[in-house]
């Protein structure tokens, strides 16, 4: 079964703090569309931070321009997001978010949505 676990969330203080966030993609994949980061904050919505599009770009949100880059390894079905000088408004539960296409059971291919399980990520003052 097709399911992305995400490692490498913590606490760090603001003014310099850094974090990396890994998302591993496992199970029968064909290919992976599209794969990034989305958070969610205590009481707002979920936002995209980055992610890698269908056609190999990249998007940002204009929060985390210049301080965060999100990586790729298509081998290993991997994705990163390198962290730099963390805010306390970059708190928040930070969810891997794939397209994938692949095996939902022994027969069936199909092309799914999957969510990580999500990782805390607090910046303290």
């Known amino acids: 079964q097709v399911q992305l676990v995400e490692s490498g969330g913590g606490s760090v203080q603001a003014g310099g703090g850094s974090l990396r966030l890994s998302c591993l993609a496992s199970?029968?994949?064909?290919?992976?569309?599209?794969m990034g980061w989305y958070r969610q904050a205590p009481g707002k919505q979920r936002e995209l931070v980055a992610n890698?599009?269908?056609?190999?770009?990249?998007t940002y949100s204009d929060s985390v321009k210049g301080r965060f880059t999100i990586s790729r390894d298509n081998a290993k079905n991997m994705v990163h997001l390198q962290m730099n000088n963390l805010k306390p408004e970059d708190t928040a539960v930070y969810y891997c978010?794939?397209?994938?296409?692949?095996?939902?059971?022994?027969?069936?291919?199909?092309?799914?949505?999957?969510w990580g399980q999500g990782t805390q990520v607090t910046v303290s003052s």
């Open positions: 199970g029968r994949i064909v290919s992976i569309p599209t």
């Open positions: 890698f599009t269908s056609g190999g770009s990249t």
């Open positions: 978010n794939a397209d994938i296409f692949g095996y939902v059971d022994a027969f069936r291919l199909d092309r799914r949505t999957y």
